[in-house]
């Protein structure tokens, strides 16, 4: 027999049926697989005669675990294809494992090169590529690393920053293995300490730098040095004032206005700010701003934007239209899953007028921050949404006109076509706006399916939440509805910030469920980082939910001790966000949020797959779970925050399918390689002394 019908035999009919229709699905459904290996897009940058963009690519490979980039050059007018101009090495990674450094593509003048920095050969150096594709070769050979560069104005050099050689790196963390660490306020406790994270494409020894979260190599502090390089001769010298003097002589001017954000038209000498109006004293973006340009010439005073469409309003970004008098500027509507418009102020005559709406991103397909790039006749974008994956648009900037440059992902794009998303609103019953992006479950009937839910960000192409663990695409295809709610901006206190996600989550729960398309006593729930913080808030605090999966930790007595070393800044942001001290101190409000206190208040199953550089902080409340069969643990080795390696994506991603898969549905994937982990769920599920969803009584 079969091993999917032995595993029926236990089931009632309309489980039968659920199973049979999700084997057929998974011939045509969207795999996990196909969520990883996403291609992304960035670093768009237009050519000085405004005919054509730069682009680089990064795709991710689950076969070689890693990540490609690579360099095109595309016509605007799409006459012809993209052409592919020099390899773009290993992206370049912050050390939260999500956020990308940027290669600072600049074109040369004449618009025959591409100045890049890219991370090939162990090193990360300046490269030229001919925009005509008929090469590429690297312009620094520096001893250290190239932080930044800066091409002169006439094509002929270019300025770069380093910092400590390769060498000297290398030979720092020999000597503190051979030696012994010192341990200080900038080593991150709670994580290997000798070459634990990948920081420019190797095994790196991490320091904390400005902070208790961001890290960064061993000897980061090491003062910038700049250099100067002809790019005729090849000839470098040191250059002792450091870097270039700003390129625009109103700086001083603006400082005092504070501005958030800045767009300097270095042809008028002029300056477009965002400004925020109103203190904010919450958690998320700040509610408003105000749009204006300060022009150059002693005594000028800025120009605001007064137009409808452009007071009030969540912009946040801003850039020039060259040659005109116009801003291009970019609202983003927490409102709507973070939708993007963008529109084009006209600042001699005051005038704004629309030049394209969607229900996604405009400005590189992951996170809200940034522009497209502009010519003076269109933009050039990264658009995202629920159903599209990132590709690149030509928009016309006066008849609004949206074209396909480049599309890598068309494959998925096509198979996402048969997926339902839907953008859902709702309130609570204090009247508290809420929204989200849901993706039915496919089912064999209308009988209610069971529901996964994640509670933080959904914009652009939502593949798996923040931090991509949850295929939500691939749940739905398996007979599971998927939720993806964005959290409102709130208040700093903790307690009242995760009730709202709290209410956000039971009034759609209760929404979806009057509809009849959930099982309101069969949901699931993950998420990373402010995700895990609710989702265990969930687990303690409700009974909505009947399995989690969470991939952070959550603030525990362990964590703190190894964090407070960090001293003021950690110290700091526990008061500031969570208005947590030392647990002697504050022992009420460590009982209100901690789980390692309310270890009697969480009563269903939890998957923790977290990242080796933080699994230890949750120890004091992991393990007596796990001992008591109630929370199952992986760690991944060499991961940050947001694992970033392929391989451990695909991996979190098939065991978070098949973690809610058997406790929503009572269905195990006959996979031998997977008997371990259904051997584990059963015996915790046993341990609940409930049968699983369609199990029938013993």
């Not at 969570?578 to 901690?594: E, I, N, V, Y």
Request: with cysteine; charged share 20%.
């Amino acid at each position: 027999m079969h091993p999917l019908m032995k595993r029926a035999r236990r089931l009632g009919a309309p489980a039968v049926a659920a199973l049979l229709l999700s084997a057929a699905a998974n011939a045509q459904g969207v795999s996990p697989r196909q969520l990883v290996e996403v291609a992304d897009l960035g670093e768009l940058a237009v050519s000085p005669d405004g005919s054509r963009v730069a682009f680089r690519l990064q795709q991710p490979s689950v076969e070689r675990n890693t990540h490609d980039t690579t360099w095109y050059v595309q016509p605007l007018d799409a006459s012809t294809p993209a052409r592919r101009v020099g390899e773009g090495g290993q992206p370049l990674r912050e050390s939260d494992g999500a956020s990308l450094a940027p290669a600072g593509v600049t074109w040369s003048p004449d618009g025959r090169f591409l100045y890049y920095r890219a991370l090939l050969d162990g090193r990360v150096a300046v490269w030229r590529a001919r925009a005509d594709g008929s090469g590429a070769r690297t312009v620094t050979r520096d001893a250290a690393d190239v932080r930044g560069f800066r091409l002169a104005a006439d094509g002929r050099s270019l300025r770069y920053r380093v910092g400590a050689t390769r060498q000297q790196m290398r030979d720092a963390e020999q000597a503190e293995y051979d030696n012994g660490i010192h341990i200080d306020a900038t080593v991150a406790l709670g994580q290997p300490l000798y070459r634990s994270g990948r920081l420019d494409g190797r095994a790196a020894t991490q320091r904390l730098h400005g902070g208790d979260v961001i890290r960064s190599p061993l000897l980061a502090g090491v003062a910038d040095r700049w250099r100067a390089l002809d790019l005729a001769t090849g000839n470098t010298r040191e250059v002792s004032g450091g870097a270039p003097p700003p390129v625009s002589p109103a700086h001083a001017r603006v400082a005092p206005f504070k501005a958030w954000k800045l767009a300097w038209d270095a042809h008028a000498a002029r300056v477009a700010m965002l400004v925020h109006v109103t203190e904010w004293q919450g958690v998320g973006p700040r509610p408003e701003v105000a749009l204006s340009v300060l022009a150059a010439g002693k005594g000028a005073r800025p120009v605001q934007c007064r137009d409808p469409l452009c007071t009030g309003k969540p912009i946040t970004a801003i850039q020039w239209r060259p040659g005109h008098d116009e801003v291009l500027f970019t609202v983003t509507d927490a409102d709507d899953s973070q939708a993007q418009s963008i529109f084009r102020w006209n600042v001699a005559s005051g005038r704004v007028l629309p030049v394209v709406r969607t229900s996604g991103l405009m400005n590189g397909g992951r996170g809200v921050p940034g522009t497209c790039a502009a010519s003076a006749a269109a933009l050039v974008c990264v658009a995202a949404d629920a159903r599209h994956p990132p590709r690149l648009e030509r928009v016309d900037l006066d008849s609004g006109d949206r074209r396909v440059l480049f599309d890598p992902n068309a494959a998925l794009a096509a198979d996402m076509a048969s997926v339902p998303v839907q953008r859902l609103h709702w309130q609570d019953a204090a009247g508290r706006r809420f929204n989200g992006l849901y993706f039915p479950a496919r089912r064999a009937a209308r009988e209610p399916a069971p529901l996964f839910l994640t509670y933080y960000r959904c914009s652009g192409f939502v593949r798996g939440g923040v931090g991509d663990e949850w295929p939500l695409a691939t749940l739905a295809g398996h007979g599971i509805s998927a939720l993806c709610i964005n959290a409102p901006p709130s208040v700093l206190d903790a307690v009242t910030r995760f009730e709202i996600g709290r209410s956000a989550i039971e009034s759609a729960i209760a929404l979806l469920s009057s509809r009849g398309e959930i099982e309101p006593g069969n949901v699931g729930m993950g998420g990373l980082s402010y995700g895990t913080e609710v989702t265990l808030w969930m687990a303690m605090h409700s009974h909505t939910v009947s399995a989690a999966s969470v991939s952070s930790i959550a603030f525990s007595p362990l964590a703190y001790t190894l964090m407070s070393l960090s001293g003021e800044p950690f110290f700091s942001r526990l008061r500031t966000y969570w208005q947590l001290g030392d647990p002697a101190a504050t022992p009420a409000q460590w009982k209100r949020l901690s789980p390692a206190f309310n270890l009697d208040r969480i009563h269903i199953p939890v998957l923790m797959q977290l990242p080796e550089q933080e699994y230890l902080h949750t120890l004091d409340y992991a393990v007596p779970l796990i001992r008591d069969r109630r929370a199952d643990l992986y760690v991944y080795p060499n991961e940050a925050h947001q694992k970033f390696q392929p391989r451990h994506k695909l991996a979190v991603y098939e065991r978070n399918l098949d973690w809610f898969r058997f406790w929503l549905q009572g269905f195990e994937d006959p996979q031998p390689a997977k008997a371990g982990q259904y051997a584990r769920w059963r015996m915790m599920a046993d341990r609940r002394g409930a049968a699983l969803p369609g199990q029938a009584p013993d």
